[in-house]
T-cell receptor, first 111, second 114 residues
Framework: NAGVTQTPKFQVLKTGQSMTLQCAQD?????MYWYRQDPGMGLRLIYY???????DKGEVPNGYNVSRLNKREFSLRLESAAPSQTSVYFC??????????FGPGTRLTVL | GDSVTQMEGPVTLSEEAFLTINCTYT??????LFWYVQYPGEGLQLLLK?????DKGSNKGFEATYRKETTSFHLEKGSVQVSDSAVYFC?????????????FGTGTQLKVEL
């Protein structure tokens, strides 16, 4: 039981490049989330998926897109990366209402 | 909208000292309250939770009581260890808002020294 896994762990991009962050969970959870963590800002919700086939915007969705590929997988795409998107990205999932399980994070730097 | 305010860090303590990290919240409904812990280089882990007023959450020697009258959920531990060094996040989930979304505080870094 791996819990929530994320790939890659680290990534460096140039401004304007695109990339997809992958997330998968093996806990049969319905809901999945993408957050970004910045110093002094806590965690901010980018997008979430309450169930397979649905996605909704969170607090800071601009510049991102998501895909809920199936119940296990929820990917986050940056179409044209900007330095302001330098951050640590966390994926999370939940079955029970409210309690979320987090992945180890992806550290992204945009030059 | 919902918000969580927690004390700024870093908090530096000697081993076996008493810990308090303050957390207050604003919510429109009846939130559940959480403390998450993040160890260096890792994701967040749930430390404890409380789902209604006057509930006390506890785990690993940490505890926090849901105080509706003061809209607070302060984290305490009687005797900290070096291994408790981490960043602690207070969070809430407001059922009235719908979905399973969490609102986080900015985090408080705890450093415990020998």
């Amino acid at each position: 039981n791996a819990g929530v896994t994320q790939t890659p762990k680290f990534q460096v991009l140039k401004t304007g490049q695109s990339m997809t962050l992958q997330c998968a969970q093996d806990m049969n959870h319905n809901s999945m989330y993408w957050y970004r963590q910045d110093p002094g800002m806590g965690l901010r919700l980018i997008y979430y998926s309450a169930s397979e086939g649905t996605t909704d915007k969170g607090e800071v969705p601009n510049g991102y897109n998501v895909s809920r590929l199936n119940k296990r997988e929820f990917s986050l795409r940056l179409e044209s990366a900007a330095p302001s998107q330098t951050s640590v990205y966390f994926c999370a999932s939940t079955r029970e209402i409210n309690e979320q399980f987090f992945g180890p994070g992806t550290r992204l730097t945009v030059l | 909208g919902d918000s969580v305010t927690q004390m700024e860090g870093p908090v530096t303590l000697s081993e076996e000292a008493f810990l308090t990290i303050n957390c207050t919240y604003t919510a429109t409904g009846y939130p559940s309250l959480f403390w998450y812990v993040q160890y260096p280089g890792e994701g967040l882990q749930l430390l404890l939770k409380a789902t209604k007023a006057d509930d006390k959450g506890s785990n690993k020697g940490f505890e926090a009581t849901y105080r509706k009258e003061t809209t607070s959920f302060h984290l305490e531990k009687g005797s900290v260890q070096v291994s408790d060094s981490a960043v602690y996040f207070c969070a809430l989930s407001d059922r009235a808002g719908g979905g399973n979304k969490l609102t986080f505080g900015t985090g408080t870094q705890l450093k415990v020294e020998l």
